[in-house]
RNA sequence: GCGCCCGUAGCUCAGCUGGAUAGAGCACCGGACUUCGAAUCCGGGAGUCGCAGGUUCGAAUCCUGCCGGGCGCGCCA
């Protein structure tokens, strides 16, 4: 918030700059304020120097001095002494801005007032997004892979909520077709298995333990009953309903919900999809062959036309996927995220082209696609197979790692990485594991401020708090990181980019537990006293808003 | 063969819309607890940013080509 303050004041003087015919309007819009990489080049700096002298080179011809020009905004910036200590040329023709210790300094009065808001939009931006993820049939218990997805989806849609978007998140799945009536031939040839009957288990069946689980309760439940039952459905609605209550149950763990669940079925029963196919048609950009149905995905820039029902009659996946994006679209959304795995790649074109056919402004769909995960135990890959089930579930990390470690190991990576999940690093309880880092500088800020009431130190009233006192180098730098968080927040949201919090996060603890190691927060000092346990408090609520963020816990002790 | 992603320190990775001497954690070596929590801190070494061109005042970042790894390329989802 205080950069955007300097942006003001620097337009203001590029404006003026304008009225004196120090240059032209020309780089309007083209200039920026950065953060410095080192603390001797300020708390900010701006190019616009530079990209005047392009511009004005570009327009006339003439040769302009970068330097010169850095030079006149510097006289014009001599106004606004009152947020900058100093304004200095330097390199090429950069301006640096060292902003007065005391805006810093009052950034406290801005955290603790506002406490858990802070780091919230202050309002609504009035736009409602959708997050769709996860989105696994009921097949089976979730893998890592859900779990990345689940995570990261969470994530980003606490991080939208919180830059002022008006959230759903929603879960998009099927319970018809072949994937489940296999699914209800597996549970049928355990059953029988497990009966001591004679059974034919599906040659692509499901071989997961949990198939054994689930006929295991039907023969509880219903005995023998079931053994000359031709019909699938009883087999296959039992295990849909155990599987989703173990998927529920497992994001449950992982603190996720969703607002809503959609079911790909619906799309059939309320005519969507013919309506689609109709549409298209119209559109003159459906046709068949072969007894199938192609759609001229030719005409979107795609190598090939794609098939949307297959021969039998049945749709492929790819109509149902267009479909649903249109409901999307009807719903009123402004912006619609779909969090997807590397291995769906493909689908994306297809669903992009179908909204584009249909009308639809297909830039208002994000896709992110995230990287598959490998987990790594001493030093090791974890071999997985979807095919034999002996992938590593969700839960089954859940229960050697618990949900902070879990989420914050799927958040340190941006989506585009492969993730390595370190199992070892993971499970250690100390020294080396970042989860511990930022938690325990909470939990050590929390015990601090705890220790002070105790000992009978007065934090007195913020508004007569000294803050001027907090001078030294490393308070001055866990000011700014609190100064820079609400903001930080907001850029995340808009680029999808939760990993950005945690490495933030990681950063502010470490400015914290270095300060921590070198002053003193009571001392004999009563005023200085009063102004560090304001910076603490500060601190505090920044370090606990951002693990909320990320979904996690911020203990107080540990 | 085509498409998408990745290639930065020994390892795992940051690096926002191109910017000034490329960063962090882990690992390794050496230090710091009679005082607010040592799950911490301080110091040290370590990199031709895959390679080659190009655009620019300026490139890890943008463009092109190549090399290496991952994932896709079905009338499967």
Redesign the pocket.
């Known amino acids: 918030m205080i950069k955007k303050r300097l942006q003001k004041r620097l337009d203001q003087c590029f404006a003026e700059g304008c009225q004196k015919g120090f240059w032209s309007d020309a780089a309007a819009d083209c200039y920026?304020v950065?953060?410095?990489?080192?603390e001797?080049?300020?708390d900010f700096?701006t190019?616009m120097a530079?990209?005047i002298a392009?511009r004005e080179?570009k327009a006339t011809g003439k040769k302009v001095n970068p330097r010169e020009i850095a030079g006149h905004l510097i006289k014009l910036l001599e106004q606004h002494s009152d947020i900058l200590e100093r304004a200095e040329t330097?390199?090429?023709g950069?301006v640096?801005f060292f902003i007065k210790p005391s805006v810093w300094q009052s950034v406290v009065k801005l955290v603790c007032p506002a406490d858990e808001s802070y780091g919230l939009a202050a309002e609504e931006n009035g736009k409602r997004v959708l997050v769709e993820f996860v989105s696994a049939?009921p097949t089976g218990p979730l893998s890592v892979g859900h779990g990345r997805q689940a995570v990261l989806g969470d994530c980003i849609a606490r991080l939208l909520d919180a830059a002022g978007y008006e959230v759903d998140r929603e879960y998009y799945y099927?319970d018809a077709?072949?994937?489940m009536r296999v699914l209800g031939e597996s549970t049928r040839s355990r059953y029988l298995e497990l009966l001591g009957l004679p059974f034919e288990f599906p040659e692509d069946g499901y071989q997961g333990e949990y198939i054994y689980d689930i006929a295991r309760e039907l023969i509880e439940e219903k005995g023998d009953s079931l053994r000359d039952i031709e019909d699938v459905a009883p087999f296959k609605n039992k295990a849909e309903a155990c599987i989703f209550k173990d998927i529920h149950g497992t994001l449950i763990r992982l603190g996720i919900t969703f607002d809503k669940y959609y079911n790909e079925h619906s799309l059939y029963e309320n005519g969507h999809i013919d309506d689609v196919v109709a549409r298209l048609r119209d559109k003159g950009l459906v046709y068949e062959?072969?007894?199938?149905v192609w759609f001229k995905t030719t005409k979107f820039g795609q190598?090939q036309d794609?098939?949307i029902i297959?021969?039998?009659g049945?749709p492929?996946?790819r109509l149902p996927d267009i479909a649903y994006h249109r409901e999307k679209f009807k719903r009123g959304y402004d912006w619609m995220v779909d969090i997807f795995g590397?291995?769906?790649?493909?689908?994306v074109p297809d669903v992009m082209a179908g909204i584009r056919a249909l009308g639809y402004d297909d830039s208002k769909v994000t896709v992110v696609?995230h990287?598959?995960v490998t987990l790594m135990r001493q030093g090791r890959q974890v071999k997985m197979s979807t095919r034999k089930a002996n992938f590593v579930t969700v839960d089954e990390l859940l229960d050697e790692v618990g949900p902070d470690v879990m989420r914050f190991f799927f958040l340190?990576?941006?989506a585009?990485?492969?993730?390595?999940f370190?199992l070892d690093?993971a499970t250690s309880?100390?020294?080396?594991?970042?989860v511990?880092?930022v938690q325990?500088g909470h939990?050590?800020l929390?015990?601090?401020l705890k220790?002070a009431e105790e000992k009978g130190a007065k934090q007195g009233t913020l508004d007569d708090a000294p803050l001027h006192l907090l001078v030294e180098p490393e308070e001055l730098r866990i000011l700014k990181g609190i100064a820079a968080y609400p903001s930080l927040v907001i850029?995340a949201a808009n680029?999808l980019?939760p990993?950005?919090i945690v490495?933030f996060l990681?950063e502010l603890a470490?400015l914290f537990?270095?300060y921590?190691?070198?002053?003193?927060?009571?001392s004999d000092d009563a005023d200085l006293t009063r102004a560090r346990l304001w910076l603490g408090h500060g601190l505090r609520i920044v370090l606990r808003n951002g693990l909320l963020l990320l979904g996690m816990t911020a203990p107080?002790?540990?």
């Open positions: 920026a950065e953060e410095p990489k080192h001797n080049q300020g700096s190019n530079m990209v392009g080179k330097a390199g090429p950069f640096n049939n099927n077709g072949r994937q062959l072969d007894g199938a190598k794609r098939v297959k021969s039998s049945e492929t996946y590397a291995d769906h790649i493909a689908t696609l990287q598959f340190m990576r941006k585009d990485s492969q993730l390595e370190d690093l309880q100390s020294q080396e594991n970042p511990y880092y325990y939990a050590r929390s015990s601090i220790m850029h680029d980019a990993h950005r490495f990681q470490g537990h270095s921590y190691n070198k002053y003193r927060f009571i107080e002790k540990m």
